[in-house]
């Protein structure tokens, strides 16, 4: 599959019906998943994929359509009968399950992927929970953050490290009454992350075991 047929198929996809301010519930773009997911899979990363905080399913699904074992992981009800509408909708096998990545403990994973929170709520503790859990769950991971984030990220997963970083457009559709424009593009960025003891290509033969 091509990077542009994966963004086409994932643009069908429903996004929040209700979206939560308090969770930053933003819909992942279609062209930030691909570009995510294909740097996964040129790294032969897309085995046993887990899609933490996966909303609507845009990461899980996508991972499903390129091949891997795909489990989503939401603690929002709502946004998780909407992933599983859309994961049907594009025929899909992804595992939805109701969870909070603060107690959640998943074995035989290979690599998160995530657009998490960005802590923009005083309220929230934004991706620290998440990049916590990934760590605890998978040796690889594939995680969007604030631009200007990587000082912050090396620090937090250390001894963990980022072996990889890019800057990427992110158009953010207006989903709440304060947003002024329909549509505004921003700049995210997105991290490749391996633990310590890998080697600078991320292999882990014996990731999640």
């Keep these: 599959m091509k990077k542009k047929q994966l963004e086409m198929m994932l643009e069908r996809l429903e996004g929040f019906s209700k979206p939560s301010f308090a969770r930053e519930q933003y819909s992942t773009p279609a062209s930030v998943a691909a570009e995510l997911l294909f740097l996964?899979?040129?790294h032969n990363d897309l085995g046993r994929v887990c899609d933490l905080?996966?909303?609507t399913g845009v990461l899980?699904?996508?991972?499903?359509?390129?091949g891997a074992q795909a489990v989503g992981v939401e603690i929002d009800r709502d946004a998780l009968a909407t992933a599983r509408k859309n994961a049907d909708k594009l025929g899909a096998d992804v595992d939805f399950i109701r969870a909070d990545v603060k107690s959640l403990e998943l074995r035989g994973i290979d690599t998160v992927v995530m657009n998490p929170p960005f802590g923009a709520q005083k309220t929230s503790e934004g991706d620290r929970a998440f990049l916590s859990c990934a760590q605890r769950i998978a040796k690889r991971i594939y995680s969007l953050h604030n631009r200007g984030s990587s000082h912050f990220i090396k620090k937090y997963i250390y001894p963990n490290l980022v072996q990889?970083?890019?800057c990427i457009p992110f158009p953010l559709k207006r989903c709440f009454e304060f947003h002024s424009h329909d549509l505004k593009m921003i700049e995210v960025e997105l991290y490749r992350i391996t633990c310590g003891d890998c080697s600078d290509c991320g292999d882990c033969s014996?990731?999640?075991d």
């Design 40 to 42: 996964a899979a040129m």
């Design 53 to 55: 905080g996966s909303g």
């Design 60 to 66: 899980a699904i996508g991972a499903a359509l390129m």
């Design 164 to 166: 990889e970083a890019y």
């Design 206 to 208: 014996d990731s999640g």
